[in-house]
């Protein structure tokens, strides 16, 4: 046995007890025969016991059954496991017998564990190791197995089972000491993680699963022993931390990452109610049967486990969607059941919600500062993409608080933007297509997302300004609010579009844009702008849109004022068109049919006109376009002279309030034929009709229709200004040698014109483009009667010409008006020393105090005083500025 304060351990006592010599006289009688037994018999007999005990749990190479185990076996053992210290004695002997075992037959048959396991082999070695163990726990316990039989009373084999418990237990402590716990677990981790993702591919079938909306694919681990890992030492708690490692690694990648749970583009619908659905019923009862085979517990209930699964499955999918949140909103609406993917996750828990929230709106601001806040990103692109993100937002959180944390550096980025004023205004005033295409203006320069909210926007003016303090609904600010947060009771893009700049700047812009819309308007009712107008008078200051109702309101009176100049002279002169000229009115993008009939309205009847549209146009849902087919030639009746009109010009005149409207061009130079007498008469007629007004014409503001006949073919452009007219017209006019190509330049043109040469290379642009036009030598330029002309540099010439602006841009209005501002400057610097450019009693601050022409800001005036200062008016001293000694 083993001493009591040495730790080493004595072999079994051998069956032969040697010779210890002749036992010294005890001193005293025996007793005799019939004495009791002495108190020493006790130790005697477990001294017994335990050299039977011991020789009998020595590890032979003989295996059981090779000879009978005697009763004296059993009453040895009985004998020391019912009392706790001599079984406690006789456990930690057989441990380290089985230890002593294990080091020399079986440890080094575990050296694999000690390098690196790789993926490929992982499997392999951890079966190899778990038959290892079994067949070392067998020969461990093949012993005590074979001492209990059928014969044997209960008491005893409880005793025995319970031995052999502790035994294997103490076994199973050894197996662990001997492997590196951590490699063998992240090992094992890798194991169930390979197998799992095997047999959801295998069991798995997409397509039915969406059909069915519903996910039928099943998760196992069949080619697994899971029991044996909890038979040889490998279950419980390592099985259990492998297993959950694998789980987490599971729900996070091939769970998730499948077709089954893809984005719905199609239906628009969520997947995180399927998903939820297949964890409850597949993966639940997984999760379940696999843990109770790996910790030997069968009754074993993973109720708040259960529920753990599905929420951590919701949040990595939630998550995996906030990752591609920006490309989510960059294709809204088509990616709506994203967004609903993204809602459910916030809405998982109440607990985690608020750091949910904050996750989605920290990530989308990061991707949108790398890939969309940028100058690569064009202001149309962020518009739109802004308009997307309201939307997105106020689907994930309708109180707006999440919409506003994310918008606040689009915002931000938009306001610098030189542009994105005059994109949104003249977005306001643009149509779009059937295919979302923006006919006659840059795609650069109009949101059509912008175009198409203001076309779904309502009229209703009061729920969309700030809450009133008598609205008895009123509610408090969300408790997760910052401080730019706004409440309002409904809140749509154009009020999150219109709240980007200051309301004063916005309507100046807007009235700019309205009013060059305005004079390029074809709806002789202007419904789009009336309804425009009415819109911003419901959302902005109504006060402040004063000069937009009066230009309206001048656009509306000429119309009227023309028809009762006109018509008693369209009568008296007309002369009945012929269907090639109502052909050659509809243009080829088409026209309704109020619109051309005003072309003719007073020159022929309604009937006639009907019977010649029918002739010559074919009608597409609201308009009408030029057949393909040719006329057939209009006979001439020489006894019959045709009647011409006087000059052949339709004259029309908008007469506009200067006050109210922006500066517009001034441009001064000769104009085609009949345009002076036609003014002068206008300018008549207006007079005796009892107005007070002045007329001033602004020739460069006139629009006019041309018909060129040229040797191979007709040419005819609509809408043109008037000085491309007067430019063609100049070429017509000169005459030269016979059969002789008559040559002028751009200066010939200024000259003869009196002609700006911004004007002037504007129309020689435009009719190159047309092909009307060439250049024979480089700075020449000459009519291209014949197409065969070509010199084969028409393709390079016929380049887009940009639209010249009627109304003065912000650039032309400071130029202008510099000298005023310098002179201003000067004085003001004179008088009142040297000032900076900021600040309320800085120089911008007195000019716009001053001044109310002044409506820049800080970088024009230093542009003024950058001026001032390259002709010695003006020196710099740091940031202060001051007259030149």
Known sequence: MRDGGDSSFTTPTPENTPSIGVLASPGRPFGGFHAPPPGVDETVRLSRAWSTATRFLSLPSKQPGQEQIGRDVQDAMHLICKDSRTRKDLLAWYANETGTWFRRNMLNKLSPWHEPVPRSEAKALLLQTVELLEDAQGHCIMWLLALRDDTMDEDRSKLFEAFQQNVTERLHIQYLQSLPLSRVQDTMAAVFLQEMKASLVTNSNPQTCL???????????????LEQFYVVGLGCALAERAFAQAMHIFLNTAAINRRCFQVDWARRGSAMQMLHNWVQTHLRPFVRDSLRYLTGNQLLVISESEHKLAETAVTNLGRQRTDSIFDYIKTWPDSTGALLDIKHYLTLSTNTQSQSKAHVCDSFIKQAATRLLHA???????????????????LLDARGVMLEKVAHPIRYYLRHRDDTVAIIAASFLADVGPDRAV?????EKICVDIIDEVASSQLTGREHRMLRYDDMAWMPDPIDAGPDYKASKSEDVLAYILGLFDAEDFIKEVTSVLAQHLLQATDPEYTKEIRLVEL???????????????????????????????????????????????QAAVPEEGITLQALWSKFEGVMKPAQFHATLKLVATKRQDLYFAKRTRLPPEPVTPSAPVRLRKDGMDFRVQVLSSFFWPQMRANDFELPKGFAEREQAFQDRFSQLGNQRKLHFRHALAHVDVKLELEDRFVFERDVPVWRASVIEAFGGQVGPADEQVYLTAGNLEDALDMEE?????????????????????????????????????????????????????????RESAPMFETFIANMLRNGGPKAIEGMMGITGMLKMVLPLFTYGE???????????????????????AVSS
């Open 211 to 225: 059909n069915l909306n519903e996910c039928h694919c099943n998760v196992n681990m069949d080619d697994l022993p």
């Open 376 to 394: 690569g990103a064009s202001t149309v692109e962020i518009l739109s993409i802004y308009a997307n993100v309201i939307h997105a937002f106020r």
């Open 439 to 443: 006919p006659d203006a840059d795609a």
């Open 536 to 582: 911003f008078k419901s959302r902005l200051d109504a006060t402040k849109l004063q000069a937009a109702e009066v230009m309206l309101k001048d656009v509306h009176d000429s119309i009227n004022l023309n028809r009762r100049m006109n018509l008693a002279e369209r009568q008296a002169n007309a002369v009945p068109p012929t269907p090639r000229d109502v």
């Open 758 to 814: 911004e004007l002037v290379l504007d129309a020689l642009a435009f009719w190159m483009g047309r092909r009307v036009l060439f250049q024979p030598e480089p700075g020449q330029y000459a009519v291209l009667e014949r197409l065969d002309m070509d010199t084969g540099t028409m393709a390079q010439q016929a380049a887009q010409v940009e639209e010249i602006s009627a109304v003065k841009t912000q650039d032309a209005m400071l």
């Open 859 to 881: 970088e024009e005036t230093k542009w003024l005083l950058e001026e001032m200062e390259k002709r010695d008016e003006v020196v710099r001293n740091g940031d202060l500025w």
